[in-house]
């Protein structure tokens, strides 16, 4: 990204908080305007007191000065508060930004882009453009004042010497254009160094349980430890770099009070120059002397904002390529019957050769079970993923209702469609909140019903806690038929007009996946429910039964018609019944 449009990005992230920031630098204004005052305050002190010795002219310069420098603090309080105030303001709302638009965006991104970076970005990024925006800003902004309002008095006072003392900074100015670059550089490598073993702890810390039942804690102890020296060394060589530069830059700085002292004093012998000019020029160097030495950090800091601005624009300038139509249709719930039609329904995965759904035409009727049955591969997934438009497909091939779904307002159509991955995700609550996911504030009898028909309620009651049982990270203290049939319940709470199984009951012994699925074809009205599994026995009480092999649909039919006929179901059955004679 251009330095340019960094520079935009950061005035649109001020943008809403534009009060709080004038407010913060008018504060800096007044304070350095008190801070090129008061050393003016001291040089007419000291050189009226050197004609004319006074004690109350003594106390009267001291409460005068004692009183700004008491405003002086107070204000200068009150600018930090103010921008780093926005800076905190801009950190709230960029984790605000971010997180809703992940939320808009499709799975496959999160497929495509590890959580660990994510999560990075989201926090550490963050934080280094909100120091940006207020640490930075506040010294950058210190700094112009302080030079802007300084230097016409010290000139004033006195030019050769003005120049003699500043006469190192364009050294320090060119020093520090030298090492931007480089600090840049090392900057982005420690930020991506960091996302890195971000992403491999948030990686072990969910697979713990596969690591300890392949006894791979050295392995992975090692692979942290390799990730670890690489941030280590990419720390160590932006800390050498910063270690460089800062301490060369103080010492240019202080170089000016030295010719001061040197030249001044030269010149007070002779006679040429007032005590009190002298005074306030070593005080004015002094002035210019913390803001100038504090440069680096205020240089390292806004290096580390801007690797941070692009890394977090790299996110939200993302498009969703799911998104609504132009003039999206609306479909309220209780209009929704439930019939989905596919017509040369096609689908090929970006980077793919052959296509994973191939043409593929069908009818489901309002309130049919139709069980999808396939090889490894066949297409089954990327069907249920069409659906509710997991998968952004080409108008005109899937119906629900006769509405394409690609012109249905997409929360009208997920509404509409209860959806149940092989992989349940349950969250780190009570399984009661799990259940009611999709309708928080629906009442305890509906959550036990849905429970009684996904076949799990049994077991509920059978916790020490019940439905408060709490069931960790994703669900990690249920066994995985469990967390299914949990997460069936779930889907069905919402009494969407269709559901989907898709493959979600592969953890449930078959008499249990068999009576849960005549459960959902007898107990509900108005539910098309579109039932994807391996396993046969199930699949033979659904009213019809697609086959697919190679993303396209081979058979269709009900049990009874298929077994009869030579085909891949046929030999599908075949294989289900040696299975479950060796079982």
């Not at 392949?214 to 020296?229: H, L, T």
């Not at 249920?384 to 119906?399: H, K, S, T, V, Y």
């Not at 959550?447 to 916790?463: C, L, T």
Request: net charge neutral; hydrophobic share 45%; with cysteine.
């Amino acid at each position: 990204m251009a330095k340019t449009q960094r520079i935009a990005k950061l005035a649109a992230y001020l943008r809403p908080h534009w009060r709080d920031a004038t407010l913060g630098i008018l504060a800096l204004l007044s304070v350095n305007g008190l801070g090129v005052y008061i050393p003016w305050l001291i040089r007419s002190c000291v050189d009226k007191l050197s004609t004319q010795f006074s004690w109350n002219q003594v106390l009267h310069y001291v409460v005068v000065i004692i009183l700004l420098s008491s405003a002086m603090l107070l204000i200068r309080m009150a600018s930090r508060i103010w921008l780093f105030g926005v800076g905190r303001q801009v950190e709230f709302d960029l984790k605000q930004r971010i997180f809703e638009h992940l939320l808009k965006l499709e799975p496959a991104y999160f497929a495509s882009n590890s959580i660990g970076d994510l999560i990075s970005r989201a926090t550490s990024d963050v934080d280094n453009v909100r120091r940006l925006l207020g640490f930075a800003v506040l010294s950058l902004a210190n700094t112009l004042f302080a030079y802007t309002l300084t230097l016409p008095v010290m000139l004033r006072i006195s030019v050769d010497l003005t120049i003699a003392a500043l006469a190192v900074y364009p050294f320090m100015f060119v020093l520090v254009n030298l090492f931007s670059n480089h600090l840049r550089r090392q900057q982005a490598l420690v930020q991506e160094q960091l996302s890195d073993i971000s992403e491999l702890i948030q990686e072990d810390i969910s697979g713990i349980a596969l690591i300890k039942i392949y006894a791979q804690e050295e392995n992975e102890r090692r692979a942290f430890d390799v990730q670890n020296q690489k941030l280590l060394t990419a720390n160590l060589e932006l800390a050498r770099t910063r270690n460089t530069l800062f301490p060369l830059i103080g010492g240019l700085a202080s170089l000016s009070s030295l010719v001061i002292i040197w030249l001044g004093t030269s010149r007070i012998a002779e006679g040429t120059l007032l005590v009190g000019d002298f005074l306030a020029l070593l005080l004015y160097i002094e002035r210019l002397a913390f803001p100038t030495a504090l440069l680096g950090f205020t240089i390292s800091t806004y290096q580390r904002g801007e690797v941070s601005v692009d890394r977090l624009e790299s996110i939200l300038s993302v498009k969703a390529k799911i998104q609504d139509a132009e003039e999206a249709i609306n479909l309220p719930l209780a209009e929704v019957k439930g019939e989905l039609t596919a017509k040369n329904l096609s689908y090929t995965y970006p980077g793919a050769e052959t296509p994973a759904l191939d043409k593929v035409n069908f009818t489901i009727n309002p309130g049919e079970t139709v069980a999808i049955v396939g090889a490894i591969g066949s297409g089954k997934s990327t069907l249920a993923n069409a659906l509710p438009r997991l998968l952004e497909i080409e108008p005109g091939q899937l119906f629900l209702d006769g509405l394409d779904i690609t012109k249905v307002a997409i929360a009208d159509l997920r509404s509409a469609i209860a959806y149940v991955p092989q992989e349940s995700f349950l969250f780190s609550t009570t399984i009661k909140n799990n259940i009611r996911y999709g309708d928080p504030v629906s009442p305890m009898e509906n959550v036990e019903y849905v429970a009684k028909v996904a076949q799990i309620h049994p077991e509920i009651i059978n916790f020490p806690q019940q439905y408060e049982t709490i069931v960790g990270e994703r669900g990690i203290t249920l066994s995985g038929g469990q967390r299914q049939r949990t997460a069936l319940a779930r889907a069905m709470l919402v009494n969407a007009p269709v559901l989907i199984l898709d493959d979600a009951l592969s953890s449930v012994d078959n008499q249990t996946a068999t009576q849960i699925l005549n459960n959902l074809s007898h107990g509900t009205e108005r539910k098309t429910v579109v039932f994807i599994t391996h396993q046969l026995s199930a699949a033979a009480v659904a009213d019809r039964i697609f086959v697919m092999d190679k993303g396209k649909i081979v058979q269709m039919g009900n049990h009874l018609e298929l077994v009869q006929k030579e085909g891949l179901y046929r030999k599908l059955w075949s294989q289900h019944q040696v299975e479950e004679l060796l079982n």
